[in-house]
């Protein structure tokens, strides 16, 4: 297995998903990872269905794989010696607890690295800590409403809507992953913990991107597009007699492959400022309902075969199940199982898309389970 981070100990004491999910790519790249949960549990063990057949959630498989738990309740004078018994061998700890919960156990950054001057200590908050708001909790959907995500996703006449699955607690994680990687090198030449702090609400924006740089440069309100790009056109998708599928112009010379390649014999040229991208997008109502007409009663094969042979990037557009269950070895080979510890299939994972030297980074230990429940 690739192991860059062989020899780090890192402690997790985060749970749902932000921080569990930067743990387990810790693991993923070699470190001994050692998660502390509730003696009930993570509560995302209970986050279903769907549940697999020992009745674990597939919620907590998707961000504990690679660990071992401990079951520990810190609030007890017990659980609080075993909790710095960790500490005390850990090189990274990952929490995410509210600061109130922080100073009640005793797990303050500030007294974390008091205590432990080589720690590095990773946080991941709803708000920043040098904010108003830094003592509110927040989940990844309240985020996304809050940041401005919402604002930006759905159809132009539809409501604000979510996107599909928890990114900004993703994003969290991989930026928490870049700090503590950094923290860990910088440890390596000087000797000095440090602390790393990824809020969600900061994730979130600088997940806005293009979008709020273009806030940031006129002032204006951005609205939402659908499948629509607010800066390219056309960079959507399209219907088709069968299905839909999605086609992205990178420039203009795409853009006149893809208009020979549709045209009918009988069409007149299309305007010439369409040639250029600003063009287009000023016209994005006119390009969109030329492309539509020439695409709507093709199949969704045809459509494809066409819009390729013209140079242009395009796909259907697929469910879930067809990506992970059809898919694997054609876009993909990111599906793995992993072994229990008697070697029977514990079922299939998702592994982290990081291949150094060709080899993938995926630990293949399955995530703990609770233990039996005593009589």
Known sequence: MTAPLAGVRVLDLSRILAGPFAAQLFADLGAEVVKVEPPAGDPTRRWGPPFDADGESAYFRCANRGKTSRFVDA????????????????????????PASARRLGLTPSELRARHPRLVVASVRAFASDVEAAGRPGYDFLVQAESGWMSITGEP???????????????AALYLANGVTAALLRRERTGEGAHVEVPLMEAAIAGLVNVGAGVLTTGETPRRYGNAHPNIVPYQSFACRDGDVAIAVGNDRQFAALVEA???DAD??????????????A???????????????????????????AGVACGPIRSVDEVLLRQRGRLHDVV???????????????????????ERAFHRRPPPRLPPKKE
């Open 157 to 171: 006449d539809g409501r604000p809507m979510k996107i599909g699955v928890a990114l900004v607690d993703v994003l």
């Open 283 to 309: 016209a994005r109502e006119e390009v969109v309902a030329w492309i539509s007409g020439r695409l709507e009663p093709r199949s969704v094969a045809d459509a494809l075969a066409v819009v390729s042979a």
């Open 75 to 98: 609030a007890t004078d017990e659980g609080k010696e075993a909790v710095e018994a960790e500490l005390r061998r850990a090189d990274v700890v990952v929490e995410n607890f509210l």
């Open 336 to 358: 793995v199982e992993s072994p229990d510890e008697g070697g029977a299939a514990s079922g299939p994972s998702v592994a982290t898309p990081i291949l150094i030297d060709g």
């Open 268 to 281: 007149p040229p299309v305007p010439p400022e369409w040639g250029t991208n600003p063009g287009r997008v």
């Open 262 to 264: 549709l045209r009918r």
